[in-house]
């Protein structure tokens, strides 16, 4: 992207971009926490004191005080008996993949999934099949034509999808592979943990499921205002991703001032219920506006408002029209889970303001 339209503040709801302040209903900060002060200072007090990083894997000797305590704050968060922190969201399927390699025999992903999931089954060197985006029927027809006796599944898929904002269908999944015992599912679940579910835990949270076979591996970096990926699971689980996944053992960690501000930013979250509860205000004001106008939307808590193509309609046009009012939504066309077409990706903070959100309706009114 041209330097022209660069950042030149911190982001969040108001941004500098192109020399103009916007308001800014993109990327993925979705509880507005990745310059809160206390964040800012953790990272700060965190490099006096400790410099960036260990030199080193965790373990050989890589092991640091700060990730202690991060990793005991998302145990609370996530209500986790263990959770693995590193060094970013994307690893997640590679490591849940890799690490738990001899829990299953085949991979069934669904079709949408992020590059992430893609690279991560890739990875795992064990056959993989595709089944078709959010559909239960699908998979169980995959799952019929290639098990063979006594095989086991690893179910992958993004909990919510990053353009397209629905949510995976889990309930309906663990119904079909109810026939395949010993079957595990692993989301990436990089939109859904710190946004949704009513602990912000994500999306099991939001579908009430603890059952040990069913992971999300979540990103520090998003909705949860720090950085790095993190798998919540029991600790018998977490050792053995530990063990057997390569990019764990054979990789640094996350930098120290990355585990300070985290650990500081989970903090806020799992105190601050308010800002969940603002997320979702925002959202509903954000979904029921635009509904009003027309576009055809979901009644859904995700903070990813997609607005799909529809004939005659020009969605560059549209977020071109609204960047001059000094709006900044995405157009999409390549990233995964994008519908046909293309799309018009909103992103809402629980730090937008009523009066931004006003002017984004008031935008979509004149352009949309
Ligand atoms: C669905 C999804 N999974 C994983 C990632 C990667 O997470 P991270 O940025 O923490 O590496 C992204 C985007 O960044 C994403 O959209």
Request: proline letters at 7%; charged letters at 20%; aromatic letters at 8%.
């Amino acid at each position: 992207m041209s330097l022209d339209f660069s950042m030149d503040t911190p982001s969040g709801p108001r941004v500098t971009i192109a020399g103009r302040e916007r308001d800014y209903f993109s990327g993925t900060g979705y509880l507005g926490l990745h310059n809160h002060p206390a964040v800012q200072q953790a990272a700060v007090d965190a490099i006096r004191r400790y410099g960036m990083a260990t030199g080193t894997s965790r373990g050989g000797y890589g092991e640091h005080i700060l990730y202690a305590e991060l990793e005991a704050e998302a145990r609370a968060f996530f209500a986790a008996e263990a959770v693995l922190y590193f060094p970013s969201g994307y690893m997640n399927a590679l490591l849940l993949a890799q690490g738990l390699r001899e829990r299953y025999e085949r991979i069934f992903i669904d079709d949408a999934a992020h590059f992430s999931l893609c690279d991560g089954a890739r990875a795992a060197t064990k056959p993989i099949h595709a089944f078709a985006h959010l559909d239960a029927q699908s998979l169980a027809e995959a799952l019929r034509r290639e098990m063979q006796p006594g095989e086991r599944a690893l179910l992958l898929s993004d909990g919510v999808f990053p353009i397209s904002g629905e949510i995976a269908p889990v309930p309906e999944y663990r119904a079909v592979l109810a026939d395949y015992p010993g079957s595990w599912i692993a989301l990436d679940d990089a939109h859904g943990a710190g946004a949704i579910g009513p602990n912000g835990r994500g999306t099991l949270d939001y579908h009430g499921i603890t059952a040990p076979d069913c992971l999300a591996g979540a990103t520090l970096s998003k909705a949860l205002g720090g950085y790095g990926g993190i798998i919540p699971a029991s600790v018998a689980v977490i050792d053995e991703l530990q063990r057997n996944a390569r990019v764990y053992v054979g990789a640094s960690p996350p930098p120290l001032p990355a585990a300070a501000a985290s650990r500081t930013a989970l903090a806020l979250a799992r105190a601050q219920p308010e800002l969940r509860a603002r997320l979702a205000d925002n959202v509903r004001r954000v979904r029921d506006g635009l509904r009003a106008q027309g576009w055809d939307l979901a009644d859904s808590p995700v903070p990813v408002v997609c607005l799909r193509a529809r004939p005659g309609l020009d969605l560059g046009k549209i977020k071109a029209a609204l960047f001059e009012r000094d709006i900044c939504i995405a157009h999409v066309t390549t990233y995964s889970s994008t519908p046909p077409g293309g799309a018009l990706r909103i992103a809402v903070f629980a730090t937008h303001a009523p009066e931004q959100i006003e002017r984004l309706l008031d935008g979509f009114r004149k352009v949309g």
